[in-house]
């Protein structure tokens, strides 16, 4: 079992930058890669990015050259910088893990409010 603790959310004019952090505890010893997805009212849920632990990469599109993923195996946390923000990127943003031991297993956060302002 692995639990997601999401932090940094909040909200920000236009044009400024925040920083969402998830620490992953408990069996984290099978996660091989974390990310952020994100649900806006009348949207559906979507990947923003995933980093693996080997530190590969993916972004959509729509945040490429804004959004910055990262990651500290050491404390299990994953982090999410946020610059250029967007009222469009006005969501419930909630942190994910992907772990595989014997099968594939999901685990996601509670979410965190991120609110851009125009």
């Known amino acids: 079992q692995v639990q997601l603790a999401e932090s940094g959310g909040g909200t920000v004019q236009a044009g400024g930058s925040l920083r969402l952090s998830c620490e992953a505890s408990?069996?984290?010893?099978?996660?091989?890669?974390m990310g952020w997805h994100r649900q806006a009212p009348g949207h559906e849920r979507e990947l923003v990015a995933k980093?693996?632990?080997?530190?590969?990469?993916h972004y959509t599109d729509s945040v490429k050259g804004r959004f910055t993923i990262s990651r500290d195996n050491a404390k299990n946390t994953v982090y999410l910088q946020m610059n250029s923000l967007k009222p469009e990127d006005t969501a419930v943003y909630y942190c994910q893990a992907d772990s595989f031991g014997t099968d594939y297993v999901p685990y996601w956060g509670q979410g965190t409010q991120v609110t851009v302002s125009s």
């Open positions: 980093i693996t632990n080997d530190g590969n990469t």
């Open positions: 408990g069996r984290t010893f099978n996660i091989y890669a």
